[in-house]
């Protein structure tokens, strides 16, 4: 008797392990959110903790450095070559976006809902289309999806060095604005923050480090998915304690736009990349959908902040990029969960 009795009180706890242990990324990612709600001023930018510091600075080297270590070096290089894919993925983000969504929604907006959006806020949706991807987010969600990584950090780095200079030509196009930026410095950022990581991770597969590595892959793979939470906690402490500079009724419609605009856009992108037509493996049409479907918050509010500097609207042109950063890593981190679920399914 005692062992069935046994028996069935284990059923309920061995379901909540299984599914504690099959879903500890999305919980993470729960809790992180909370923490941040209850918490805000401890994961806050310049905050006691440092994140910025600890997280967003050494962690995201962190990523870099590992996603060169695991990197082949024929990886790297096909993906380069890759034209097809890097085209897709740069046409999307610089052409697609702006043209094709920021236009007509803004527009759209604007003739039919005349209300729901003051002028500020509008331009500032269709500043955000203009903007180039992510660089650390694309890689770590290829990465936690099982894309190609190797594609996502070559059209990463392509975008943002494309952003550089094409998203000043799409402002000036959209407003008029004229501008000048530290191109140079710009440049040496990215290549500081992305390029030096990884090439540092290609010499240590030289070294014994690279076996390490393979051993302890999934602790890695584990490490990886930490420091995406901790990204999406700071990120959320930063929402929640310096608030958007918007009303909240705005802040609400602009939250439900973006969340359907993202969400919808992601499953096109997935749609598109994963056609016959195109004849992409699904690594390569994961990668190349979370490089198309996401716009970048470290690139874009440096960038408004010099073109825009002293204009009344900048908190509201700011807004939705500040917007678009927590929801990207919130709702991406679930879709990369699902598309891996969907990747082991179809393997077994």
């Not at 599914?19 to 959110?33: P, Q, R």
């Not at 979370?290 to 009344?312: D, M, Q, V």
Request: glycine fraction near 8%.
């Amino acid at each position: 008797m005692s062992s069935l009795s046994g028996g069935a009180s284990d059923g309920p706890i061995a379901a909540i392990k299984s599914f504690t242990k099959k879903n500890s990324f999305l919980l993470g990612m729960a809790v992180a959110v909370l923490m941040a709600k209850a918490f805000p001023s401890l994961g806050v930018n310049g905050g006691v903790m440092r994140p910025e510091l600890f997280i967003g600075k050494f962690g995201v080297t962190m990523i870099f450095l590992l996603s060169g270590v695991s990197l082949e070096l024929s990886e790297l290089k096909s993906a380069v070559a890759n034209v097809k894919l890097n085209f897709l993925v740069q046409s999307g983000s610089f052409l697609a976006w702006p043209f094709l969504v920021g236009v007509p929604i803004t527009t759209a907006i604007k003739n039919f809902l005349p209300n729901l959006f003051p002028k500020a806020l509008l331009e500032g949706i269709l500043i955000l289309t203009c903007l180039p991807t992510t660089v650390n987010m694309c890689v770590l969600l290829a990465g936690a999806a099982d894309g190609n990584v190797a594609a996502a950090l070559c059209n990463a780095v392509m975008g943002n060095m494309m952003g550089i200079f094409v998203t000043p030509a799409l402002l000036m196009y959209f407003f008029g604005t004229a501008i000048e930026l530290p191109f140079l410095n710009m440049v040496l950022k990215l290549c500081n923050k992305v390029l030096l990581p990884v090439a540092v991770g290609q010499v240590l597969r030289a070294t014994p480090a690279k076996e390490f590595f393979v051993k302890n892959k999934k602790t890695f793979k584990s490490l990886q998915e930490y420091i995406l939470i901790g990204l999406v906690w700071n990120a959320f402490c930063n929402a929640f304690t310096k608030g958007l500079g918007i009303a909240f009724s705005h802040g609400v419609a602009l939250l439900a736009l973006l969340s359907s605009l993202h969400l919808a856009s992601f499953k096109l992108l997935m749609k598109f990349f994963s056609s016959k037509a195109l004849n992409f493996s699904r690594e390569d049409a994961i990668a190349a959908t979370f490089c198309t479907s996401h716009k970048t918050l470290a690139f874009g509010l440096p960038l408004l902040n010099t073109i825009f500097e002293g204009n009344p609207n900048l908190a509201a042109y700011c807004a939705p990029v500040m917007f678009i950063h927590p929801l990207q890593l919130l709702m991406g981190s679930v879709l990369a969960s699902k598309l891996k679920d969907e990747g082991e399914g179809k393997k077994a």
